[in-house]
């Protein structure tokens, strides 16, 4: 089985700058298989795609927003037996302002060493959080 | 990596230094009756070529010749030639690496003879290998929430070279037909650095990665009954035959 790269995302609350839990449902924009459903979690593992541009829809309890990551993906060698795999670097990010307040990169670097990538800040009403 | 390096290149030193060394003295050997001699060339095929899949991981097949040489009492010059492939298929990747390889060197051997038709040796040897090769990966995939991503790499052509040192022997099972096995070191030297996917397989050596493999050989050999050398060869017979005791000597049985 080839490493695979994750962008990991932390959920703050933008008032207090702190760490926060939601109940997360998300899903690639015009995939038909939710990647999450209603997992409440402080942190998100999202698989980019092979293209330059990858769009996730994320609800955060009722609100609902769109994230465009524009990245550029970089193909690795895992081994002869497993073969290859994809790393990426951001290069920007584009989003909705229902529940996200901002968003830092952290690391623009997505490896198969998983790691922060970005920090959502959420607005601090967001029903179900911390 | 460093100290296999160093190691080789001194076995290396060490045995041309022997080489030269032994003319600007000018000492006669002193068991010229003993030498085992080898009228001609031997020629050989490795008998454990096509059959590396079964201790190498992969398809590894292929095949391999030689020949050798006797060049001085107890010296022989060898080469050696053979054509690999390897492929590998599995869930993810659809990959073949082949190519040829040469090795090129000496044996030493260390076996007197106890008689004039002993002819098998117990031999040290040094090798310079060299491939010309090429890989591709017909297909590869890759599996992720998006679905899966295919592709392909075409030819890729590389060259690697590597030295080896070796242990073996050969031994006459039939007359002027031989059995032999060899257990070789290979330390790689260099090879070409390919972007996506780095060099896998080098024929003659095994995987790239790696800065040290073993080998082994198994291999029979048909000495040809053709003395090129003939003239200087009837002279050191005579010689030989007049310093053989009476008893293996036909000349003086007479």
Do not use: C
Request: aromatic share 16%; hydrophobic share 40%; charged share 20%.
């Amino acid at each position: 089985m080839p490493p695979q790269a994750f962008l990991q995302a932390t959920f703050l609350n933008s008032a207090t700058k702190a760490t926060v839990t939601h109940k997360v449902t998300a899903w690639g924009a015009g995939h038909e298989y939710l990647l999450l459903k209603d997992s409440v979690l402080q942190r998100i593992l999202l698989p980019l795609s092979a293209n330059d541009t990858t769009i996730f829809l994320i609800s955060f309890d009722t609100k609902i927003d769109t994230i465009s990551f524009i990245h550029q993906t970089i193909q690795k060698f895992a081994s002869m037996e497993s073969g290859f795999y994809f790393e990426y670097k951001l290069q920007s990010i584009d989003y909705t302002h229902n529940q996200i307040d901002s968003i830092l990169i952290t690391d623009s670097l997505v490896t198969k060493k998983w790691n922060e990538n970005i920090k959502l800040y959420l607005s601090p009403f967001a029903v179900g959080g911390n | 990596m460093r100290i296999l390096n160093f190691t080789f290149l001194l076995l290396l030193l060490a045995a041309i230094s022997y080489g030269q060394g032994e003319p600007q003295k000018k000492v006669k050997p002193k068991r010229t009756d003993n030498y085992i001699r080898m009228r001609g060339v031997r020629l050989g095929m490795d008998i454990t070529r096509p059959f590396q899949d079964l201790w190498t991981k992969g398809n590894r097949y292929g095949s391999e010749f030689s020949a050798d040489l006797e060049m001085w009492p107890n010296w022989f010059s060898v080469f050696e030639s053979g054509y690999e492939v390897m492929k590998i298929k599995t869930n993810y990747i659809d990959f073949t690496g082949q190519g040829s390889y040469s090795h090129i060197g000496f044996d030493y051997n260390f076996l007197q003879a106890e008689n004039k038709n002993d002819k098998d040796v117990l031999f040290f040897g040094l090798r310079y290998g060299f491939a010309l090769a090429h890989q591709k990966v017909t297909q590869y995939w890759v599996d992720s929430y998006w679905g899966p991503v295919t592709g392909q790499f075409g030819n890729q052509n590389y060259f690697a070279h590597w030295g080896e040192f070796l242990v073996g022997i050969k031994g006459e099972i039939f007359h002027n037909f031989y059995m032999g096995w060899t257990v070789r070191g290979k330390v790689k030297f260099n090879h070409k650095n390919l972007w996506m996917p780095p060099v896998y397989f080098i024929p003659g050596y095994g995987k790239a990665e790696k800065g040290f493999t073993m080998d082994f050989t198994y291999s029979i050999y048909y000495n040809i009954p053709w003395d090129f050398r003939k003239k200087k060869g009837l002279k050191e017979t005579s010689l030989e035959k007049d310093k053989l005791p009476s008893d293996l000597n036909p000349a003086k049985k007479k």
